[in-house]
């Protein structure tokens, strides 16, 4: 369950950075806290699955 949230919040983030970018790299004149908005939410996307990965993975170390 932990593994299918870490994945899917992973490949949420890769999502909105490649189609989000895309619509803002268009548009005419983006306005800053557009831009930095979606900076910000999809850093915490992104950040946030890469470091739940590690726990959500069985590692057997024992």
Same mark, same amino acid.
């Given at each position: 369950?932990?593994?299918?949230?870490? @994945? +899917? &919040? +992973?490949?949420?983030?890769?999502?909105?950075?490649?189609?989000?970018? &895309?619509?803002?790299?268009?548009?005419?004149?983006?306005?800053?806290?557009?831009? #930095?908005?979606?900076?910000?939410?999809?850093?915490? @996307? +992104?950040?946030?699955?890469? @470091?739940?990965?590690?726990? #959500?993975?069985?590692?057997?170390?024992?």
């Amino acid at each position: 369950m932990f593994l299918a949230l870490a @994945l +899917l &919040t +992973l490949i949420a983030g890769l999502l909105l950075m490649v189609i989000g970018g &895309t619509l803002v790299v268009h548009m005419p004149a983006p306005r800053r806290w557009m831009v #930095a908005s979606f900076v910000a939410l999809d850093g915490g @996307l +992104l950040a946030g699955s890469l @470091l739940a990965l590690p726990f #959500a993975l069985p590692l057997g170390l024992g």
